[in-house]
């Protein structure tokens, strides 16, 4: 089996995590609902790889909430540092049951090892999980225009680090909802969450904070 992170004990508020450098304690928080006009699910660094194929995996088309898992990082019990641990999107309250990889294109599950993972490689810090309606506007924008809107001087107050959201197609109000990955630019995978009867309950990306 393809290797999958502890997304149940990743996705509990108030869990703790411990390595040797110090502890992890979990904040869910609400951002933005995403709008998904096709139904389609792209993960990608939104700012420097928009056209990214969309998951295989698609959904009702309407809008959905969205949650940012936030890594606040103590050293010798005080806060030091705090990092999004991972952006999920729900889809379904239902609780998962299972988790399988998410994959974009002709991805091949089978061919993953035990330690291996299909993600999304990240160069400006920034990850989303968007509809490709969105993101086809967002691919035609000059650089100016994507500076202007999700690399401003001064980034809103927020636990959440990187938020931003802005709605890139009127017409259907497909949205691109942004946070920062992790510790920063890496390669980071998304799985999908599975209810009992087999529905999706929610695509989560992990940005690799906690240890494993």
Not at 35 to 55: I, K, M, S
Request: charged share 20%; hydrophobic share 45%; aromatic share 8%.
């Amino acid at each position: 089996m393809p290797y999958t992170p502890d997304l149940d004990r990743l996705l509990t508020p108030g869990a703790r995590f411990t390595d040797e450098y110090g502890a992890y304690l979990i904040e869910a928080h609400r951002v933005d609902d995403v709008v998904l006009p096709t139904g389609q699910v792209v993960g990608c660094d939104p700012l420097v790889c928009p056209e990214a194929e969309p998951y295989t995996v698609t959904v009702a088309p309407g809008r959905y909430p969205a949650r940012a898992w936030v890594a606040v990082v103590l050293r010798e019990g005080a806060e030091v540092d705090r990092r999004v641990a991972a952006l999920q999107l729900v889809i379904s309250d239902e609780p998962a049951v299972r988790w399988e990889p998410a994959v974009a294109g002709d991805q091949d599950i089978a061919a993953l090892g035990p330690d291996d993972y299909f993600g999304y490689g990240v160069d400006a810090g920034a990850g989303t999980l968007a509809d490709p309606t969105a993101l086809a506007v967002l691919d035609g924008w000059d650089y100016d225009q994507v500076e202007e809107v999700f690399i401003p001087n001064e980034l809103p107050m927020s636990p959440v680090r990187g938020l931003i959201t802005a709605v890139l197609d009127e017409a259907t109000g497909a949205n691109v909802v942004t946070v920062a990955t992790g510790w920063g630019d890496g390669c980071y995978g998304t799985w999908i969450g599975r209810a009992a009867d087999g529905g999706v309950t929610s695509f989560v990306t992990d940005f690799m904070v906690i240890p494993k």
